[in-house]
C-alpha cells in the first residue's frame, strides 16, 4: 500500500497528523492491511488453572467408546479496580464422533459453557458476572481424530479493591439421556 503525503491537507500534517500518521503506517507495515486494533484485555497478566474430567456420553450405551476427556484453563487478571476472566476448553472424544453428526445433534440436545467471575465470602461464594457460550458447533468442529479447542470471548466487572476469581463450567445436555442438562464443574483460579 503506499501512501501519498501530497495529498492530505497541509492542516493534516501538523505535528500531531505526522504522530497520528507514523502510527497508521507502522500498523499498515506490521499488518499488511489497515491500522492495528490491540484490545485492553490482551496486555493483562493472566494467572490460569487447568484441570481435565473425563465424561461419558450419557446418551449412549453401545459397543463403540464414548468417553470424552475434556480439559478447562479458567484465566483472570486484574487491572486496576476491573477483574477480568477468560477460559479454553479443549477435548479428545472418540474418533467416531468426528463428522458422524451434523452439529452433534445426535450426540446433545445443548452444549455450553459458563464462564464467572466470583468473589470469595464466608458461606457461598458471591457471583459478580456470569456469561454463557453456546459451544456445540465448536465441538463439531473437532478434527478427524475427534480433538477441538475453543476460547471463551473476555468477561469483566469492576470490583473496586475487593478481590474475585475465574470459575468455567460445561453444561452438556446429552441426547436420549432423559436427565436434561448437566453441569460439570472445573477448578477455578486463585483469586486477584
Same mark, same amino acid.
Given at each position: 500500500? /503506499? ?13 500531531? $497528523?505526522? %504522530? ?20 485492553? &484485555?490482551?496486555?493483562?497478566? +493472566?494467572?490460569? %488453572? ?7 456420553? &450419557?446418551? =449412549?450405551?453401545?459397543? *463403540?467408546?464414548?468417553? *470424552?476427556?475434556?480439559?478447562? /484453563? ?9 477483574? =477480568? &476472566?477468560?477460559?479454553?476448553?479443549? *477435548?479428545?472424544?472418540?474418533? +467416531?464422533?468426528?463428522?458422524? #453428526? ?9 452444549? $455450553?459453557?459458563?464462564?464467572?467471575? !466470583?468473589?470469595?465470602?464466608? @458461606? ?5 458476572? %456470569? ?6 458447533? !465448536? ?6 481424530? @475427534?480433538? @477441538?479447542? +475453543? #476460547?471463551?470471548?473476555?468477561? !469483566?466487572?469492576?470490583? $473496586?479493591? %475487593? #478481590?474475585?476469581? &475465574?470459575? $468455567?463450567?460445561?453444561?452438556?445436555? +446429552? ?11 472445573? #477448578? ?5
Amino acid at each position: 500500500m /503506499k501512501l501519498n503525503l501530497r495529498r492530505i491537507p497541509s492542516a493534516r500534517r501538523s505535528s500531531a $497528523g505526522r %504522530k497520528a500518521m507514523s502510527v497508521a503506517l507502522v500498523g499498515v507495515t506490521v499488518a499488511g492491511v489497515s491500522v492495528l486494533a490491540v484490545s485492553p &484485555a490482551s496486555a493483562l497478566s +493472566w494467572t490460569c %488453572k487447568s484441570s481435565s474430567k473425563t465424561i461419558d456420553d &450419557a446418551g =449412549y450405551s453401545g459397543p *463403540w467408546g464414548d468417553n *470424552w476427556d475434556f480439559t478447562v /484453563k479458567n484465566c483472570v487478571a486484574r487491572s486496576g479496580s476491573y477483574v =477480568y &476472566a477468560k477460559a479454553t476448553v479443549t *477435548w479428545d472424544a472418540p474418533p +467416531w464422533y468426528s463428522g458422524s #453428526t451434523d452439529n452433534l445433534a445426535e450426540v446433545f440436545d445443548s452444549a $455450553g459453557f459458563r464462564l464467572y467471575l !466470583k468473589h470469595a465470602d464466608a @458461606g457461598a461464594d458471591t457471583v459478580l458476572v %456470569k456469561k454463557d457460550f453456546d459451544i456445540q458447533g !465448536k465441538l463439531a468442529a473437532m478434527n478427524g481424530a @475427534g480433538n @477441538g479447542s +475453543w #476460547t471463551s470471548s473476555t468477561i !469483566k466487572k469492576k470490583v $473496586g479493591s %475487593k #478481590t474475585a476469581y &475465574a470459575d $468455567g463450567a460445561l453444561r452438556l445436555n +446429552w441426547d436420549e439421556d432423559g436427565t436434561g442438562v448437566r453441569t460439570y464443574d472445573f #477448578t477455578a483460579t486463585s483469586s486477584k
